[in-house]
């Protein structure tokens, strides 16, 4: 059984910094992009920020400067580091991959984690 698992998201205050991760398990042969993004009621999915398995990075405007996205692929693990946070960056944030498994190859996202700050 395939899946991602977030961990990470909580509540802090602005200004402040915090560091998602996402972890893949299961019977795994190999992972293409990884990536995060995020949702606020009413709008849709945003990327936020995208990783290809040679570490080629691409980040959306409003957190470019502010968050760095890294993996591990050895783990089998992205991450989002986020600095200098804003209200604004309050969402729910989901973890994609592109993987292949049994089945050849197929997206996979995350659950979701809350991230939520305040002023």
């Known amino acids: 059984q395939v899946r991602l698992a977030e961990s990470g998201g909580g509540l802090v205050q602005a200004g402040g910094s915090l560091r998602l991760s996402c972890a893949a398990s299961?019977?795994?042969?190999?992972?293409?992009?990884m990536e995060w993004y995020r949702r606020t009621p009413g709008e849709q999915r945003e990327l936020v920020a995208l990783?290809?398995?040679?570490?080629?990075?691409t980040y959306a405007d409003s957190v470019k400067g502010r968050s760095t996205i890294s993996r591990d692929n050895a783990k089998n693990t992205v991450y989002l580091q986020m600095n200098s946070l804003r209200p604004e960056d309050t969402a729910v944030y989901y973890c994609?991959?592109?993987?292949?498994?049994?089945?050849?190859?197929?997206?996979?996202w995350g659950q979701g984690t809350q991230v939520t700050v305040s002023s």
């Open positions: 990783i290809t398995k040679d570490g080629k990075t």
């Open positions: 994609y991959a592109d993987m292949q498994d049994e089945s050849g190859w197929n997206d996979y």
């Open positions: 299961g019977i795994i042969f190999n992972i293409a992009n």
